[in-house]
């Protein structure tokens, strides 16, 4: 079964400041991992994606992720962080075979001025 | 270029009452998918649909019923709402293969009183 956490509720992040939001993952087989961030009354958006290949993916707005097969994780960074990255941000796993998205619990990001 | 679209955004049922949420995508993808959001629980599947004319339960399918109406549309009943159905509903869609990200709709804030 495919599974994935997301440790933190929230993370408060000055503005300028690099922002580092945290996932682990579970599955059987490979894993397809994904990055959704949504904003307030709006449906979850995607940002980026890890297949295969380079362990650093770079997707919308300047965000990127880092694939860690050891550690099981793929955390979402951005070198500097905006007052407008203030959102929810989701992760997510499909393993192959899967039909279903399976999605974290969410962490609020809060970027201060 | 609408991608998914929900209605309605906004609904206010009484105890009992039924509904019928609407779904509709058009970006030729087979699977489609019900979530539900809640303060701190993150996305629960509720239903999905893999493929026109087939359709499976999630997590949390108590209580709901689906119809796979054809490969655009994918919509979701409450027969007799109850207030532990407050909540806000997301349709998704999405290709089969694992690789693929998801689609969502705007969302629809439903409250049962």
């Known amino acids: 079964a495919q599974s994935v956490a997301q440790p933190e509720d929230q993370v408060n992040v000055a503005e300028g400041n690099p922002l580092t939001v945290k996932c682990t993952y579970s599955v059987s087989g490979n894993p397809y991992l994904f990055w959704y961030v949504q904003y307030p009354n709006r449906g979850l958006q995607f940002l980026l994606k890890?297949?295969?290949?380079?362990?650093l993916v770079k997707g919308s707005y300047g965000f990127e992720a880092e694939f860690n097969k050891s550690q099981t994780s793929f955390h979402l960074k951005k070198p500097s962080a905006l007052v407008s990255d203030s959102a929810l941000y989701f992760c997510?796993?499909?393993?192959?075979?899967?039909?279903?998205?399976?999605f974290g619990r969410g962490t609020s990001l809060i970027v201060h001025p | 270029n609408a991608g998914v679209t929900q209605t309605p955004k906004f609904q206010v049922l009484k105890t009992g009452q039924s509904m019928t949420l609407q779904c509709a995508q058009d970006m030729n993808h087979n699977s489609m998918y019900w979530y539900r959001q809640d303060p701190g629980m993150g996305l629960r599947l509720i239903y999905y649909s893999a493929s026109e004319g087939t359709t499976d339960k999630g997590e949390v399918p108590n209580g709901y019923n689906v119809s796979r109406l054809n490969k655009r549309e994918f919509s979701l009943r409450l027969e007799s709402a109850a207030p532990s159905q407050t909540s806000v509903y997301f349709c998704?869609?999405?290709?089969?293969?694992?690789?693929?990200?998801?689609?969502f709709g705007q969302g629809t804030r439903l409250t049962v009183v």
């Open positions: 998704a869609s999405s290709e089969l293969q694992p690789n693929t990200e998801a689609f």
């Open positions: 890890y297949i295969t290949g380079d362990n």
């Open positions: 997510a796993v499909r393993e192959g075979g899967s039909y279903i998205p399976t």
